[in-house]
């Protein structure tokens, strides 16, 4: 009987439930995904054992020949044992620890079982559970890693004879999603919504047997939601190559957990600063270069800048925020012939000045810059200001509609109130991208489209950018038609900026007044 999404679901929350008087829900990750997907391997690997044994029953093989045959034509990873040669000796499965999780010292040995894992599949697996600081009695007790498992051992069987990973991949999204909306501010070091993966993979349109990469990768959700959007238009995912760099060790191992639970194995993931230490490179030294780029590196992150690389086109971002780093590394990430990227950030990089605003030039002088979509505030779990999206695309790619300026889009209206957070739904997803696709009228200045209430888009040369400054601030060169409410930022702001005009004016006044002799107007 296949199993319902439903059913792993909620099966899968009881067994992380347990760590609730242990630990606060935005450290519940760091167990509960190691003990799922080994749980994963463990049951994957026992059903292809029992397809072994049924096909070569009553056959006179030695132990060597068997182990030699079943590796071959049935396992794709190996399940070692643990302590080999001791009265202790057992398979690191998850049948055969959760035998023993009544005896003393289960933290010690989950963890053994896990390196064991990681040590007989170093091409797949090595570091994939991450430091696993849980497993010490001092940070679980025995006694709550136990009830952990016992839960978890209620979800039926994951091995691709009794679900899909279609069904498997979803519960893990649904576990990232569920412990994002309970700990707020840390999810977001590793969890991006869903509807603004989906918004940036729709615009960036992945095609069958391109590269991805993903610089800050988290878990890995922009590298999967590439893979299904092609399944979804009629291509092939599993075709994509797969990259990504993660600077946590513990958040890399989920975005590899989670590629193999979605059956996607054409993936590499390293772990490391792309700022610092970009592990993507081609032989001569210099950045490696992929089809489709797209990311949601943290923001106004405090950095040590570049002295001497060859990414800092138009100049180095301060130190006090590595907004434009992050941009210039996907810049130079882009493949020449079709490269194109995607990226989320505060709306502060398109008007902050100093080394930002020289940086900000170069890349629209050289007509990198395509389009700046803007967000409704509050979308994100670490986050309640407005972000954009900014989308690049490799010299001389650009459609020739679009060359020499930058397409705005004010998307900031667009959202629903959700409980902890706004969210983007469906059709406002589909608007904006059709927005993003829209034709131009023939002056080259307006957008040709219907996008509903709410969303409004603009052409805009890039002489007229260039006569306002370089300021890429949306509401400078787009109107929403109809009155929205606006956010209070947004009315204190705009009260501030007025309120200064009239005092330089009084003041104009009064100067004039005085300077005509009249009484009682001194300035």
Known sequence: MAVTQQEIENRLWDAADELRVAMPEAQYASVVFPLMFWKYLSDTWEHHHQEFLAEYVGADLSAEEAREIEYRDHQSFEIPFIHPGTVQERRASWSSILATVTQPGLGQRVRASLQAIETANPDKFSRLFGSMTWTSEEVLSGEVLAAVMQAMDRTPKMHEGNMSHDVLGGAYEYLLKRFSDGSGTRAGQFFTPREVVELIVEILDPKSHESVYDPTCGSGGMLIASANLLKAHGGRGYTLKLHGQEAVLDTAGVARMNLFMHNLTQFKVEIGDTLKDPRFKKPDGSIAQFDVILANPPYSLKWKPWTDDRRAI???????????????????????????????????????????????????????????????????????????????????????????????????????????????????????????????????????????AGLAAQFVPVTEIAANGYDLNISRYVKQVTAEQTDLPTLIEAYSIARGERQKTEQHMLAVLAHAGMEGFDA
């Open 314 to 452: 138009g100049g180095v971002s301060p130190q006090s925020s590595a907004d434009w780093a992050f941009v210039q590394h996907m810049i130079a990430s882009m493949d020449p012939k079709k490269g194109r990227a995607g990226v989320v950030l505060p709306n502060g990089v398109l008007f902050r000045s100093g080394q930002e605003g020289s940086i900000r030039k170069r890349v629209i002088d050289d007509d990198l810059l395509e389009a700046v979509v803007g967000l409704p505030a509050n979308l994100f779990y670490n986050t309640t200001i407005p972000t954009c999206i900014l989308v690049f695309r490799a010299p001389g790619t650009k459609a020739d509609e679009r060359n020499n300026g930058v397409l705005f889009i004010d998307a900031s209206k667009r959202f629903t109130k959700g409980k902890n957070r706004n969210v983007l739904t469906d059709a406002d997803i589909a608007d904006t991208v059709a927005a993003y696709h829209a034709s131009f009228d023939v002056d080259g200045t307006t957008v040709a489209l219907d996008g509903g």
